[in-house]
């Protein structure tokens, strides 16, 4: 038996890593930045208890403070990058912690204005709005301030509560050392009879392996691990839950979710309908979920088996090369600009695209104003990794257009619209890949993907969402999240939204173990409605409905100059309502549909 073995860093190919000397030429480079900004600190904190003393003094502020985060998230995304491509390696761990050291002064040291703002006679800032052009053109970002008036403590607690940001930290970064560097996989064999070293991308691959024992074994050794450090696991996530309690509580919000929706200026009945929605029509997962069962000719449907192709291997492999191809075709609905931007990643090294040892898990895009968007990727060759991919791309357009289109103060854009463009981008491909492709097995297959895609973005974010106030509420009525009652309740959860076709009295009640994003305060929400929003749009896009890529591509210009939910609405949807996402269930049912009737006719 030959053994797999995954590469260094220094082992990888150039041409599929990132270049990251567009954002500093040097470590060194980096270092003396690190130096410069701390120079700045005195000066911007001398605004301190000035902020009244004219227009111009506030404006002046506001400067100065832009200026200094700018230039500390620059900072700030070469390190968490360098730092992610080998999270073993002890310089970059080094310089990301002084990084973020660094994040947290300045946090400290700009502490004091929003509670100054919001200290400041309401007519006076007014007035000081009213009459100087420069603060006018941080109107919405004043506004943005004031609207916390309820919320803000004054300049001592704001000033501890940053001091401790590195603290609040802890846990989350302690689970993304452990879950990343630390633990290690046992080794198991691959549908060859080779062994494997088990990795966290790996394990996605042999999920959807034809091979049963391949899918099995990779389940239960993975989560075998997962199992030795459930009490430790239970302990970092129980910390974390706490720690948006407590800021929660502190500021004056009603709950964690409360404070962490009040961010991004959403309701929360947006979270309860879509709990309510999907929750509504889990029938058609269940129907889905039993149509698994009946393909593959398992009695004891197991949550291993829910990512196999339901028709055995699939009927086409996916390159590299070939998925850069198709990502173009599939994409040119969104025009020329579009297509530029996706060129300019493919050929720029926006993209860490495999796997090596000690790089972090999964995959994401992530620069700021003055950087590429950058993309990290652990590619394996196949179809889910070309969503992935395009997925990536979404954002990293989102990104380059809210920082060609709109000044540094609204050039990033809210989580909650995030996951718009990067699905959208998914609604297009699925599409593309239909209208290509007219072989009845390619097209089951690309249904299935669809399928599982929405299942999984949707169906299963949503079950994430419900567990993860589930967890905040528990906690904050004085209810210990230790590992069983964690599991107990995630069990049920399972069986709640699989159904009585697949057996979730198995490991996979800790998967609420290895799931990042619970440490991410309200995140995985906005996968799925996200998800929803983009079948609509897409949808349009494709339909050449008059206007609809213009407001789309307004959209991604946008920035955060307005509230995420004017934005949308501006767009042409309305995410206060439940339509959307029934929409995109229907979606489901109609290609649900399709793929059964297409099945019928090949038997």
């Not at 070293?197 to 990779?218: C, F, I, P, W």
Request: include cysteine.
């Amino acid at each position: 038996m030959t053994v797999s073995t995954v590469k260094t860093r220094e082992a990888m190919d150039e041409r599929y890593t990132w270049d990251l000397t567009s954002v500093f030429e040097s470590d060194t480079a980096l270092e003396a930045e690190l130096e410069a900004i701390q120079s700045l600190l005195p000066d911007v904190a001398a605004f301190a208890g000035t902020l009244s003393e004219s227009a111009d003094r506030l404006a002046d502020a506001i400067d100065a403070i832009l200026g200094l985060t700018r230039r500390m998230s620059k900072v700030y995304t070469y390190s968490h990058l360098k730092n992610d491509q080998d999270k073993s390696n002890a310089k970059y761990q080094e310089m990301n912690a002084r990084a973020m050291q660094l994040y947290n002064q300045v946090e400290e040291t700009t502490a004091f204005f929003s509670p100054e703002v919001n200290s400041m006679d309401e007519d006076t800032l007014k007035g000081f709005i009213e009459s100087n052009n420069r603060l006018q053109a941080y109107d919405q970002f004043l506004d943005n301030i004031t609207r916390q008036r309820a919320h803000v403590l004054s300049k001592e607690s704001e000033t501890l509560l940053a001091q401790a940001g590195e603290v609040f930290q802890g846990a989350s970064n302690t689970f993304s050392l452990l879950n990343n560097a630390d633990l290690v996989f046992p080794e198991i064999e691959d549908e060859d009879g080779n062994k494997v070293q088990l990795t966290h991308s790996l394990y996605g691959k042999m999920l959807e392996s034809s091979n049963r024992r391949v899918r099995k074994d990779a389940f239960e050794q993975l989560y075998s691990v997962y199992d030795q450090f459930k009490n430790t696991m239970a302990s970092i996530l129980s910390n974390n839950i706490k720690v948006h309690n407590f800021n929660a509580k502190v500021r004056g919000f009603n709950s964690a979710r409360h404070a962490a929706l009040f961010s991004n200026n959403i309701p929360e009945s947006v979270y309860d309908t879509l709990l309510d929605t999907v929750g509504n029509r889990l029938n058609l997962l269940h129907r889905y979920t039993a149509l698994r069962q009946q393909l593959l000719g398992i009695e004891d449907l197991q949550m291993y088996d829910m990512y196999t192709p339901l028709l055995g291997d699939a009927p086409i492999k996916m390159t590299y090369d070939e998925a850069k191809e198709i990502t173009m075709k599939a994409l040119a609905p969104l025009g020329e600009e579009y297509l530029t931007i996706m060129e300019k990643a493919f050929s720029e090294r926006w993209i860490d695209l495999y796997e090596n040892k000690g790089k972090r898990s999964g995959a994401y895009s992530s620069g700021m104003y003055d950087t590429n968007p950058y993309i990290l990727m652990n590619w394996q060759d196949n179809v889910n990794w070309l969503y992935t991919l395009v997925h990536e791309l979404g954002h990293s357009a989102h990104s380059y257009l809210s920082h060609k289109y709109q000044p540094y103060v609204y050039g990033r854009y809210s989580i909650f619209l995030a996951e718009i463009a990067s699905t959208t981008n998914e609604n297009l491909l699925t599409a593309y890949l239909l209208e290509k492709y007219e072989e009845p097995a390619i097209r089951l297959y690309i249904l299935n993907h669809f399928l599982d895609g929405l299942k999984g973005t949707v169906f299963r974010q949503t079950q994430f969402a419900e567990f993860e106030h589930f967890m905040h509420t528990s906690d904050a009525a004085g209810q210990p999240l230790t590992q069983q009652f964690l599991s107990d309740n995630y069990r049920e959860l399972n069986k709640k939204y699989y159904g009585e076709a697949v057996n979730s009295d198995s490991e996979i009640a800790l998967e609420w173990s290895r799931i990042p994003h619970f440490y991410y305060d309200y995140y995985v929400f906005q996968y799925a409605t996200g998800f929803s929003a983009a079948t609509a749009f897409a949808k349009a896009i494709l339909e050449g409905k008059e206007g609809a890529l213009e407001r789309y591509l307004g959209f991604l210009k946008s920035g955060c100059s307005q509230y995420p939910i004017d934005t949308i609405k501006t767009a042409g949807l309305d995410m206060t309502q439940s339509d959307y996402i029934d929409a995109a269930l229907d979606v489901f049912e109609t290609r649900l549909n399709e793929f059964e009737a297409l099945l019928k006719e090949q038997q």
